[in-house]
């Protein structure tokens, strides 16, 4: 079954501790990509990748990074989590072809306090 | 760049009833439109999307949606609602250049179906 596994699902934490999200896909996609979900503003795009070891800038990246060292997995990383990264966060992968379609995880609902 | 503007965040509507979703889209360049929906606790899932050809495209469980090029619009309806499409509904909108890589989506639309 075609499957988008984040970890965990929910998370609270305190101001400043690192924590990882991880996401794997087991659809031998190329292209990943992280977003984040607000009331009001809909999914922003944080990072995505386009291959292993090919990554870039979405339309928020302060304060996360990303990496890709294998093509099924595509951690987001908080160095120094803020209470304004308190979000529902979602991992995406697609084929990336020609108007291809974009698969979703569960999302990882996160809190920082 | 291109943007997504979903007008109204929350449509009720009884069973029974039709609906429409409201979707403009902004871009200076030709454009693939997608509508994806959450349901509870989920994530998003692909409902429908127009890529090219016929304007009126349709999903599996009666929801369409028509690209209208002249209103820049991409709206979604269906003539008959159930309780179980009570979701969020997500308009979004990528370039036939860069595809996935900025896939940029409205700020949604609730919709809410009661008995």
């Known amino acids: 079954e075609a499957q988008v596994t984040q970890n965990p699902r929910y998370l609270i934490t305190v101001t400043g501790k690192k924590l990882t999200v991880t996401c794997s896909q087991n659809?031998?996609?190329?292209?990943m990509s992280w977003y984040r979900q607000d009331p009001g503003l809909g999914l922003r795009q944080i990072y995505y990748?386009?291959?292993?070891?090919?990554?870039d800038k979405g339309d928020v990246p302060e304060g996360y990074k990303v990496s890709r060292k294998e093509k099924r997995n595509f951690p987001l990383i908080l160095e120094s989590p803020s209470p304004n990264q308190t979000s529902l966060y979602f991992c995406a992968t697609s084929s990336g072809g020609s108007g291809a379609e974009a698969f979703f995880g569960q999302g990882t609902r996160l809190t920082v306090v | 760049a291109q943007s997504v503007t979903q007008l109204d965040s929350q449509v009720p509507v009884f069973e029974e009833a039709p609906v429409e979703l409201r979707c403009n889209y902004s871009s200076s360049v030709s454009v693939y439109l997608f509508w994806y929906v959450q349901y509870p606790n989920q994530g998003l899932q692909l409902l429908l999307k127009y890529l090219s050809g016929s304007t009126l495209v349709e999903s599996i469980n009666g929801f369409e949606a028509e690209f209208n090029k002249s209103q820049t619009s991409f709206h979604l309806r269906k003539p008959s609602v159930h309780i179980s499409d009570t979701a969020e509904y997500f308009c979004a909108v990528s370039d036939r250049g860069t595809g996935f890589q900025k896939l940029v989506f409205g700020t949604g639309t609730r919709l809410l179906v009661s008995p």
């Open positions: 659809m031998n996609h190329e292209y």
């Open positions: 990748s386009m291959n292993v070891e090919v990554t």
